[in-house]
């Protein structure tokens, strides 16, 4: 079974400063998706970025972007320029990618918190 | 337009009642899904349905019955409720189950908190 593991509950940065967040994940598949989800107190799931295990460059999304290590199976989130409203409980999660099952496998997050 | 919904979003009750969520998606989606997330914020798949059809259904009590009468809905009813069943249950569709090249996003409801007395 695939497992996704968050070794920081909490982290915190400088407004302004750089932050990655850690995730590593365990598999035997070859392909499958890997995800940073964002959940502001709001509740809300965001979706931030997404990465394709079969394409060798990490996504970015704006002041987002991985880094991402398929054979150490590693997945980390790195956010630029944080601003206050990055503060949220951040989720790593892993999807298989063919097969019969659809569902996310959440890591158990990191909390991130801003200081202005 | 909200493209998941559940209702309601908050849920107090007391112990051994019986209870309903729903979830309702306009996406034209045929898979949904529902999620629980502990005190602990940990988030977990409970089931999950294509095509009105039981797909997942992960070591969860038989207290929880999933049903969907449609394509748009699932719902979520919780016999006898627990302590132990406060948490926040999420509801989130996506179009297919496997992933392939043509990824389809899976879209999040705004979560319901059940809390037990």
């Known amino acids: 079974a695939q497992t996704v593991t968050q070794s920081q509950p909490e982290m915190s940065v400088q407004e302004a400063e750089t932050v990655t967040l850690s995730c590593t994940y365990d598999?035997?598949?070859?392909?499958?998706?890997l995800f940073w989800y964002k959940q502001p107190p709001s509740r809300q799931m965001i979706l931030v970025i997404r990465q394709e295990a079969y394409k060798q460059q990490n996504a970015t999304e704006n002041r987002f972007s991985v880094n991402f290590q398929k054979a150490a199976k590693s997945f980390s989130l790195k956010i630029s320029d944080s601003q206050l409203g990055d503060a949220a409980m951040y989720f790593c999660?892993?999807?298989?990618?063919?097969?019969?099952?659809?569902?996310?496998?959440f890591g158990k997050g990191t909390k991130l918190s801003v200081k202005p | 337009d909200t493209a998941v919904s559940q209702t309601p979003k908050y849920l107090v009750t007391q112990m051994g009642n019986d209870k309903s969520i729903k979830c309702e998606q306009n996406l034209g989606h045929d898979t949904m899904y529902w999620y629980k997330q502990d005190s602990k914020k940990f988030l977990k798949i409970m089931f999950s349905?294509?095509?009105?059809?039981?797909?997942i259904n992960e070591t969860v009590p038989n207290r929880f019955s999933p049903k969907s009468p449609d394509k748009a809905h699932l719902n979520l009813h919780i016999n006898s409720l627990e302590l132990g069943d406060s948490a926040v249950y999420f509801c989130?569709?996506?179009?297919?189950?496997?992933?392939?090249?043509?990824?389809?996003?899976?879209?999040f409801g705004p979560g319901t908190r059940l809390t037990v007395l």
């Open positions: 989130a569709s996506s179009q297919g189950l496997a992933g392939g090249p043509n990824y389809n996003e899976q879209f």
């Open positions: 999660a892993y999807r298989n990618y063919g097969g019969s099952q659809g569902n996310l496998i």
């Open positions: 349905y294509n095509n009105k059809e039981l797909i």
């Open positions: 598999t035997s598949e070859s392909d499958y998706y």
